[in-house]
T-cell receptor, first 114, second 113 residues
Framework: KNQVEQSPQSLIILEGKNCTLQ??????????LRWYKQDTGRGPVSLTI?????NTKSNGRYTATLDADTKQSSLHITASQLSDSASYICVVSDRGSTLGRLYFGRGTQLTVWP | EADIYQTPRYLVIGTGKKITLECSQTMGHDKMYWYQQDPGMELHLIHYSYGVNSTEKGDLSSESTVSRIRTEHFPLTLESARPSHTSQYLCASSERQGSYEQYFGPGTRLTVT
């Protein structure tokens, strides 16, 4: 069964600290993996997208890694800011259909305290 | 910044009412999607469209219906709202070719009393 599991479910850190969010998936055949940021009451916004051949991608203070062999990804946030408080969702796409089916994790709820 | 819009943003309505959630995008994308999301849960695909006059049901069974008469417009309709329809509804769009990057609208928070 194609699944995307994220950990931790929630995380609280102090402003300025770093953190790492984890994503494990069983989606096959794999096409790409995305990390989205979803603010409360808003739609998800894409942070990074990685294909099979990419093992790291950065977007400002966000750095995503991908290990396609172990089917694991992480999102590292550097020097956190209050505005980083949001849900971070790992999404994996398969290439078994024209639609490019997306499988969503439940997200990690990050709270940054001052 | 994605140009995809949803209205209304919030809607509280009584049981049995008919409602239409609007979604429009100005990017000329062929593919459009409707997702349902409950608090703390993953997004579930309920409808999608490859283009004008093309609509398909997604993975999560839904009593809603959709239409795609124009490329930029993908409304979702509930003929008779029930409390079980209370949820957040997110619309998204993507290009037909390429990386399948999906751009999401801000969502509609629906509460059926």
């Amino acid at each position: 069964k194609n699944q995307v599991e994220q950990s931790p479910q929630s995380l609280i850190i102090l402003e300025g600290k770093n953190c790492t969010l984890q994503c494990n998936y069983t989606v096959s055949p794999f096409s790409n993996l995305r990390w989205y940021k979803q603010d409360t009451g808003r739609g998800p916004v894409s942070l990074t997208i990685m294909t099979f051949s990419e093992n790291t991608k950065s977007n400002g203070r966000y750095t995503a890694t991908l290990d396609a062999d172990t089917k694991q990804s992480s999102l590292h946030i550097t020097a956190s800011q209050l505005s980083d408080s949001a849900s971070y969702i790992c999404v994996v796409s398969d290439r078994g259909s024209t639609l490019g089916r997306l499988y969503f994790g439940r997200g990690t709820q990050l709270t940054v305290w001052p | 910044e994605a140009d995809i819009y949803q209205t209304p943003r919030y809607l509280v309505i009584g049981t049995g009412k008919k409602i239409t959630l609007e979604c429009s995008q100005t990017m000329g994308h062929d593919k459009m999607y409707w997702y349902q999301q409950d608090p703390g849960m993953e997004l579930h695909l309920i409808h999608y469209s490859y283009g004008v006059n093309s609509t398909e049901k997604g993975d999560l069974s839904s009593e809603s219906t959709v239409s795609r008469i124009r490329t930029e417009h993908f409304p979702l309709t509930l003929e008779s709202a029930r409390p079980s329809h209370t949820s957040q509804y997110l619309c998204a769009s993507s290009e037909r070719q390429g990386s399948y990057e999906q751009y999401f609208g801000p969502g509609t928070r629906l509460t059926v009393t």
